[in-house]
Nanobody
Framework: VQLQASGGGLVQSGGSLGLSCAASGRTFTTYAKGWFRQAPGKEREFVAS????????YYADSVKGRFTISRDNAKDTVYLQMNSLKPEDTAVYYCAAKYSDADITRLPTYDYWGRGTQVTVSS
């Protein structure tokens, strides 16, 4: 069972990146999904999440208005479009899935985690 995040890289401040997270080994189409990030020396933190049907989305205040989470259940993939990137967005980004559609901003409630992808924003 795997969630594999991809799309990370190096970008200049003000630039954009798009992350994607595809599932393999099982189906996560009825799972809520989220993106989290962890910067060096810091705890992993919530970035954005989306309900299984896509009708509800949530964002951390630090990314609201700049990042957009979306999902394509036909491809069992969740996306994170990141615009107006700042150096403080530099982190390893992780995707995750949880069975319940409740409390989808809370990191400890997620059941499956993917390997992260590095995002580095240069000033």
């Amino acid at each position: 069972v795997q969630l594999q995040a991809s799309g990370g890289g190096l970008v200049q401040s003000g630039g954009s990146l798009g992350l994607s997270c595809a599932a393999s080994g099982r189906t996560f189409t009825t799972y809520a999904k989220g993106w989290f990030r962890q910067a060096p020396g810091k705890e992993r933190e919530f970035v954005a999440s989306i309900s299984w049907g896509g009708s509800r989305t949530y964002y951390a205040d630090s990314v609201k208005g700049r990042f957009t989470i979306s999902r394509d259940n036909a491809k069992d993939t969740v996306y994170l479009q990141m615009n107006s990137l700042k150096p403080e967005d530099t982190a390893v980004y992780y995707c995750a899935a949880k069975y319940s559609d409740a409390d989808i901003t809370r990191l400890p409630t997620y059941d499956y985690w993917g390997r992260g992808t590095q995002v580095t924003v240069s000033s």
